[in-house]
Nanobody, 119 residues
Framework: VQLVESGGGLVQPGGSLRLSCVAS????????MGWYRQVPGKQRELVAS???????NYVDSVEGRFTISRDDSKNTVYLQMNSLKPEDTAIYYC??????????????WGQGTQVTVSS
């Protein structure tokens, strides 16, 4: 299984970006999906998650500014990021809890996409 992120880049404070993550491979079902972020010298932190049923969870610092969504027909998870702040600068990684066609269950990570918020 591969997770490929896209949509990162450089944006001014107050701007918006939309991240996408597409999963491909021997997928039977994707359970929870999430977006994490990491800055140098700090632990990777969960930014937002979404269950297969659509229940969402956000870290306090992005509540009201970021929206996570998914399209199971495309095995894709999105992160709409609005009102971006310099402290949102990080490498963003997607994560998926996947049930394979072999009926084994594994969590996968994408390669990461850089988001830089700066004037």
């Amino acid at each position: 299984v591969q997770l490929v992120e896209s949509g990162g880049g450089l944006v001014q404070p107050g701007g918006s970006l939309r991240l996408s993550c597409v999963a491909s491979g021997s997928i039977f079902i994707i359970n929870d999906m999430g977006w994490y972020r990491q800055v140098p010298g700090k632990q990777r932190e969960l930014v937002a998650s979404i269950t297969r049923g659509g229940a969402t969870n956000y870290v306090d610092s992005v509540e009201g500014r970021f929206t996570i969504s998914r399209d199971d027909s495309k095995n894709t998870v999105y992160l709409q990021m609005n009102s971006l702040k310099p402290e949102d600068t990080a490498i963003y990684y997607c994560n998926a809890d996947v049930l394979l066609i072999t009926m084994s269950r594994t969590k996968y990570w994408g390669q990461g996409t850089q988001v830089t918020v700066s004037s």
